[in-house]
């Protein structure tokens, strides 16, 4: 834990952030071997999710594309399961608290949270028992703008 920890609120810190989440994502024994088999290039897939994280968050426009429809077509070779969502969510979250704090790095934990749980409900072949609080069902988030 650093001394004095920074917020999310510059690309750079988005960018730091994507990284260090995905090198966990990558070698965890649940979610490792998924994203093995999705994502043949991690240095262009953190870019996307860089752009995507930011606009998300920093509503920096630049994210293209359509995560139901990955997601959806991941499902379709294999069940994404509500383990593997509740795992990715933990890992997020803990990642921004080990090196994050403030407003932004609240605000993402929260849209992250609120994302992976409309990206079950909309996937077939996916399904997450993660419950949701009253904050985080709140949350609105859109990526296209």
Same mark, same amino acid.
């Given at each position: 834990?650093?001394?004095?920890?920074?917020?999310?609120?510059?690309?750079?810190?988005?960018?730091?952030? #994507?990284?260090?989440?995905?090198?966990?994502? @990558?070698?965890?024994? =649940?979610?490792?071997?998924? $994203?093995? *088999?999705? /994502?043949?290039?991690?240095?262009?897939?953190?870019?996307?999710?860089?752009?995507?994280?930011?606009?998300?968050?920093?509503?920096?426009?630049?994210?293209?594309?359509?995560? #139901?429809?990955?997601?959806?077509?991941?499902? @379709?070779?294999?069940? =994404?399961?509500?383990?593997? $969502?509740? *795992?990715? /969510?933990?890992?997020?979250?803990?990642?921004?608290?080990?090196?994050?704090?403030?407003?932004?790095?609240?605000?993402?934990?929260?849209?992250?949270?609120?994302?992976?749980?409309?990206?079950?409900?909309?996937?077939?072949?996916?399904?997450?028992?993660?419950?949701?609080?009253?904050?985080? *069902?709140? /949350?609105?988030?859109?990526?296209?703008?």
């Amino acid at each position: 834990m650093r001394a004095s920890q920074p917020d999310l609120a510059s690309p750079l810190e988005i960018m730091h952030l #994507v990284r260090i989440f995905y090198d966990r994502v @990558s070698t965890d024994d =649940l979610l490792g071997p998924v $994203f093995a *088999r999705a /994502v043949p290039d991690w240095t262009k897939h953190r870019q996307v999710l860089t752009a995507f994280w930011c606009q998300i968050e920093l509503g920096i426009r630049g994210f293209r594309g359509s995560p #139901v429809k990955q997601h959806a077509a991941l499902a @379709s070779v294999e069940p =994404l399961t509500s383990d593997q $969502f509740g *795992r990715w /969510v933990w890992l997020f979250c803990d990642t921004v608290d080990s090196a994050w704090r403030g407003p932004h790095a609240e605000s993402i934990k929260l849209k992250a949270t609120a994302l992976a749980h409309a990206q079950a409900r909309a996937v077939p072949n996916a399904c997450w028992n993660g419950e949701l609080n009253a904050q985080v *069902r709140s /949350v609105r988030v859109g990526y296209r703008r």
